[in-house]
């Protein structure tokens, strides 16, 4: 039954995929181009996805407008623009870099240097730390170690 | 220096707990609008029930107006509705209507079943004037200046409160 089951779910889903009353240009370079840049820009209905994965009906009127402007002849970066003067920055995926992305780039790499940093100066300063307690142990010393761990063994609770 | 071991992990803590926190107060839906202190773009389509007469947004020049997105397939604008209506009543500022992405019938059956704030609505059927706006979820409502101005955008239902808190004081000021 379940082995039924399965390919009767997928069918049902099916037609769910032929919904959307997009056209493909009949230019295949016009569709090679529209999923470039569409990789690039935001679904803002659907924050997380790109205009080119998202099935709501804003992407496909902006997959619509992009395959347009591609047939007009518009440059990639006219149509990047076109799409940031309407829905600002946040509508490309890679933001330029400006006052407000500034910790958004600038960041990750400071805390990357920062942490190798860090990383550095422990190892050394434990390195120090190791050369020092490897020193040999004078005659005294030892003695006195001896005597401890000695005392230890009498009086330290027995387990 | 000892100290220091314990401190620095905790202060990359509270740092991060304060960021997280700030995170969790911003709403990711509300995308700051690009036409804020612009121009609105211009367009000139036809109305909802005058197929015939077109409205292009210079015709309201010398008034504030708020131009209001909706849909009747949208949900938010059945909560922001009765809200419209009673600005509507008060005689707060004229609203014109973007009917977005919408069926003639199926609009002009929705404002007869809710009533009809709107000075009037233009249709937008393919969502091109949405484009120019910059639009991704109705409702939205833009605060148009008398010089034509986009002053603010309004992402989502308009709630009583905001209408007392952001719009009456906005509008006071701009019609000023």
Redesign the interface.
């Given at each position: 039954m379940k082995r039924l089951l399965a390919p009767l779910l997928f069918a049902a889903c099916l037609p769910a995929w032929g919904q959307s009353a997009e056209v493909a240009h009949p230019d295949p370079k016009v569709e090679a181009r529209l999923k470039a840049i569409a990789h690039e820009l935001r679904c803002?209905?659907c924050?997380n996805q790109t205009i080119a994965d998202s099935d709501a009906?804003?992407a496909v009127?902006?997959r619509q407008?992009t395959r347009k402007m591609i047939a007009e002849g518009k440059s990639d970066d006219e149509i990047r623009s076109y799409m940031?003067?309407?829905?600002?920055d946040?509508v490309l995926y890679k933001p330029p870099f400006n006052a407000v992305t500034a910790v958004l780039w600038v960041g990750p790499p400071l805390l990357i240097v920062g942490g190798l940093a860090g990383l550095v100066v422990m190892l050394r300063r434990r390195r120090a730390a190791t050369q020092e307690g490897a020193a040999p142990l004078d005659e005294k010393r030892r003695r006195e170690i001896e005597a401890l761990l000695a005392s230890e063994g009498d009086s330290g609770p027995k387990a | 220096m000892k100290a220091l071991k314990y401190i620095i992990p905790l202060a990359i803590f509270a740092a991060l707990c304060v960021f997280l926190a700030i995170g969790l107060t911003k709403d990711p839906r509300k995308v700051p609008s690009p036409f804020i202190d612009k121009p609105a773009p211009a367009f000139a389509i036809a109305k909802l029930h005058e197929p015939e007469a077109k409205f292009s947004p210079a015709d309201m020049k010398g008034k504030v107006w708020l131009l209001n997105v909706w849909a009747s397939w949208c949900v938010s604008c059945r909560v922001e509705h009765p809200v419209l209506n009673d600005m509507n009543r008060r005689g707060l500022v004229p609203i014109v209507g973007l009917n977005y992405k919408d069926q003639r019938a199926d609009a002009t059956k929705w404002l007869k079943q809710h009533g009809d704030p709107y000075l009037f609505s233009v249709w937008d059927f393919d969502g091109k004037v949405g484009i120019d706006y910059g639009v991704y979820g109705a409702p939205e409502t833009f605060v148009i200046d008398k010089q034509g101005i986009i002053r603010y955008k309004h992402i989502g239902p308009i709630s009583p409160d905001d209408v007392e808190k952001i719009f009456l004081p906005l509008l006071a000021r701009l019609n000023a």
């Open positions: 803002l209905v924050q009906p804003l009127d902006l407008q940031v003067d309407r829905y600002g946040f | -």
